[in-house]
């Protein structure tokens, strides 16, 4: 999307969603992984959680693209903004680029987005429950793993992803095990 054929000083959430066409999803799943790569405080994980499981359950039902709230898609975003976002954004996916190529490409055809959708929910789930501060870290990574396996059609980034996010599924499940256990004990 060529910014400067966009008239005015803003551009809609629309206008963004329209120019990546058959990769909304990927950019969607990569920018609600990537606040949880880091440690962050308890409702982070639990809202990126949230809105990933209800793009998650979108890819699952076969949507060819993701709808959103038209109160979202009616926001704006500056240009100088979106200019500077893309520009912090380009050093981390040339590099990426060069590691990665489209490979074992039909895991992130248009066939296998519902089977994807299903993924992204269990591990959008496992963000919801994840431990406080690093518990969400794998899972993160998984997420933003699976959305550049998309972005790239790089099936290699999207098994990593799967096997990753199975390790932070281990992970939320013996927290919240732990969780329960306690509780129960201390009644």
Same mark, same amino acid.
């Given at each position: 999307? *060529?910014?400067?054929?966009?008239?005015?000083?803003?551009?809609?959430?629309?206008?963004?969603?329209?120019?990546?066409?058959? $990769?909304?999803? #990927? =950019?969607?799943?990569?920018?609600?992984?990537?606040? &949880?790569?880091?440690?962050?405080?308890?409702?982070?994980?639990?809202?990126?959680?949230?809105?990933?499981?209800?793009?998650? #359950? /979108?890819?699952?039902?076969? %949507?060819?693209?993701?709808? =959103?709230? /038209?109160?979202?898609? &009616?926001?704006?975003?500056?240009?100088?903004?979106?200019?500077?976002?893309?520009? $912090?954004?380009?050093?981390?996916?040339? $590099?990426?680029? %060069?590691?990665? $190529?489209?490979?074992?490409?039909?895991?992130?055809?248009?066939?296998?987005?519902?089977?994807?959708?299903? @993924?992204? @929910?269990?591990? #959008?789930?496992?963000?919801?429950?994840?431990?406080?501060?690093?518990? /969400?870290?794998?899972?993160? =990574?998984?997420?933003?793993?699976?959305?550049?396996?998309?972005?790239?059609?790089?099936?290699?980034?999207?098994?990593?992803?799967? @096997?990753?996010? *199975?390790?932070?599924?281990?992970?939320?499940?013996?927290? *919240?095990? *732990?969780?329960?256990?306690?509780? #129960? &004990?201390?009644?």
């Amino acid at each position: 999307m *060529a910014l400067a054929a966009i008239p005015g000083e803003r551009v809609s959430v629309a206008a963004i969603v329209a120019a990546l066409r058959d $990769r909304a999803y #990927a =950019l969607l799943v990569v920018l609600l992984g990537l606040p &949880n790569c880091l440690p962050m405080p308890p409702p982070i994980p639990l809202v990126c959680g949230l809105v990933l499981a209800f793009v998650a #359950a /979108q890819m699952l039902a076969g %949507r060819a693209m993701p709808w =959103l709230p /038209q109160r979202l898609l &009616n926001r704006t975003i500056g240009k100088p903004e979106l200019e500077r976002a893309i520009r $912090r954004a380009l050093p981390p996916l040339i $590099r990426l680029e %060069r590691v990665s $190529r489209p490979r074992l490409t039909m895991l992130g055809g248009p066939i296998a987005i519902p089977i994807l959708g299903a @993924l992204v @929910l269990a591990l #959008a789930l496992g963000l919801i429950v994840a431990a406080p501060f690093i518990g /969400q870290i794998p899972l993160g =990574l998984a997420v933003c793993l699976v959305g550049l396996g998309l972005v790239e059609r790089d099936g290699l980034f999207i098994l990593a992803g799967a @096997l990753t996010g *199975a390790v932070g599924l281990l992970l939320s499940a013996g927290f *919240a095990y *732990a969780l329960v256990s306690w509780i #129960a &004990n201390f009644f």
